[in-house]
């Protein structure tokens, strides 16, 4: 006669083998309920695995979704992407709203491994993407601070990066970010962070432009890109440089209307490389930013070997600075 079999839990976890990831599916544009953009963002929570929501509606081209919340904090890896949208060719479909949510951000991500595609996000009081405490985070194709057919309708600041490691905003697809009340990036590290916190990529965005490149009539917001406290940065790339314009221009001239400001204790090794800095993606139209770069200020400490442009010879490395009321 043959023992009786036993399966111990270990075995039991081996046999059906580690969790796999989901795809959930918005189909409906309401504010709740099944098939709810807040719906699936609570499905993709409670599911282990970096889960994929992708959204799919019938009708027509542009989608608008009107929040009278915030959104559940992002607390578990995932792909939030509107580039399924049926005619979707780069520019977003789908429009989040948060006029009506009182307090809040459009999403806030304490998740690693997530990424968000091809959305319109404007009108929220506080970021459009806040990241916090995050790491191997991607934002692409989005337009924050501009709605589907390019008018201006600002959040209470653009992206917010917190104390993370290795978010890329615009490496898969360029964003256009802007008009926002505050800064339309902001990479800030915690103080004292040892070793700081860093090694983001902004590369490939208009910021503080319309989505062509080109002005704003009323300006593009307060300030481009500000790194507080934040190291190893880099703010264009080889061949992928960004157009940081039009910051201060319904604002008084000043530091906080900068197209690049770097301060704060612990921002150090920061290259900033291939921008248009000032002027249009041509480097011909002037679109002016109160001040162009500003590294340091008011006695506020900031680290060594920030660098702007890499090698002048090499017009992939250098950036053009021009057009601004200050250097």
Same mark, same amino acid.
């Given at each position: ?11 039991? @976890? ?27 963002? =609570? ?55 948060? =006029? ?19 959305? *319109? @996000? ?40 917190? #104390? ?23 990479? #800030?590290?915690?103080?004292?962070? *040892? ?37 190893? =940065? *880099? ?7 960004? !157009?940081? *314009? ?18 704060? #204790? ?35 400490? !900031? ?6 442009? @890499? ?17």
């Amino acid at each position: 006669m043959n023992a009786p079999r036993t399966v111990t839990a270990l075995g039991l @976890l081996l046999f059906l083998g580690p969790a796999s990831a989901a795809t959930f599916t918005v189909n409906s544009t309401a504010d709740s309920g099944s098939g709810t953009l807040r719906e699936v963002i =609570n499905q993709a929570n409670a599911s282990a695995g970096v889960d994929t929501i992708e959204f799919q509606f019938a009708g027509s081209a542009p989608w608008q979704i009107f929040l009278s919340s915030a959104l559940p904090t992002i607390t578990e890896g995932v792909s939030i992407d509107a580039s399924t949208v049926p005619g979707y060719a780069g520019d977003p479909l789908v429009q989040l709203s948060g =006029n009506s949510i009182g307090s809040g951000h459009g999403f806030h991500i304490t998740a690693s491994n997530t990424s968000i595609k091809g959305l *319109s @996000l404007i009108n929220f009081p506080g970021d459009a993407i806040h990241i916090e405490n995050a790491a191997e985070s991607f934002v692409d194709e989005c337009w924050i601070g501009v709605t589907t057919t390019g008018q201006r309708a600002g959040n209470g600041a653009g992206i917010h990066v917190l #104390e993370s490691n290795a978010v890329y905003i615009g490496s898969d697809g360029r964003n256009v970010i802007t008009g926002n009340l505050g800064h339309n990036i902001e990479l #800030e590290g915690g103080l004292g962070s *040892s070793p700081p916190v860093g090694g983001h990529v902004i590369e490939n965005n208009y910021i503080g432009t319309r989505p062509d490149g080109s002005a704003f009539s009323i300006g593009g917001g307060s300030s481009g890109v500000v790194v507080n406290g934040s190291a190893e =940065n *880099s703010i264009g790339t080889e061949g992928r440089g960004n !157009v940081i *314009s039009g910051h201060g221009t319904d604002h008084a001239v000043s530091s906080a209307t900068a197209g690049i400001r770097i301060i704060g #204790e612990g921002s150090v090794d920061n290259v900033i490389v291939d921008n248009m800095i000032g002027v249009g993606p041509g480097g011909m139209q002037a679109n002016g930013n109160g001040v162009g770069v500003i590294i340091g200020l008011g006695g506020i400490a !900031v680290q060594s070997n920030n660098i702007v442009g @890499l090698d002048g010879t090499n017009p992939d490395t250098r950036n053009v600075i021009s057009g601004n009321a200050l250097a």
